[in-house]
């Protein structure tokens, strides 16, 4: 795919932040997460001008990381965002199915550590990352691929919504239990 490397509007000009567009951090992408956190932090129109941005469907991945652990973290921007320069976009080619590209991310989170430089922060650059060598199975057994890892996700978020549901009653009940209701 096509591999962007983020960056940051300059802090000096306040104009270019605000609520327009998600900036992603390297913070807001959490390993075990297909999909890139909400921001607490955005671009405003303006800095849009000079920050850089993906469709949905690019898979983030840090580069830049003061700990090794972090380098390599994968998600899936499920809507248009901005990001940091810590990060590194791909945006899948024609004939590589998002979803795939994302699996072999995840796979491939040692490969990528491993080519990192060994200095204070851990860095893997553009050109080392976009010469990383990864396998490319036919389209139709990627989509296969995809669609089971779609199905996962839908067990994943109603597991998910399940456990939020068991606690938010867990607290209803304990409520009531110390105000003598039960």
């Not at 913070?27 to 129109?45: A, H, T």
């Not at 850089?52 to 809507?79: D, W």
Request: glycine content about 8%.
């Amino acid at each position: 795919g096509k591999v962007q490397t983020g960056n940051t509007p300059s802090r000096d000009v306040p104009d270019y932040y605000g609520n327009f567009i998600e900036w992603i951090k390297s913070d807001d992408i959490i390993k075990g997460e297909m999909f890139v956190q909400k921001s607490r932090e955005g671009i405003s129109e303006q800095g849009l001008k000079v920050a850089r941005f993906v469709k949905a469907g690019s898979i983030l991945v840090t580069c830049i990381a003061g700990s090794e652990n972090s380098i390599g973290n994968a998600a899936i921007a499920n809507r248009e965002v901005c990001f940091n320069q810590q990060i590194n976009a791909i945006t899948a080619y024609k004939g590589v199915e998002p979803l795939y590209l994302y699996g072999l991310l995840i796979m491939c989170k040692p490969l990528v550590q491993k080519n990192t430089t060994l200095g204070m922060k851990r860095i893997i650059t553009k050109s080392k990352f976009e010469s990383l060598l990864v396998i490319k199975p036919p389209l139709p057994l990627q989509e296969k691929f995809a669609e089971i890892v779609q199905k996962v996700e839908r067990v994943r978020c109603q597991q998910r919504e399940a456990t939020r549901q068991a606690e938010d009653l867990f607290q209803t009940l304990l409520h009531r239990a110390f105000r003598g209701e039960l």
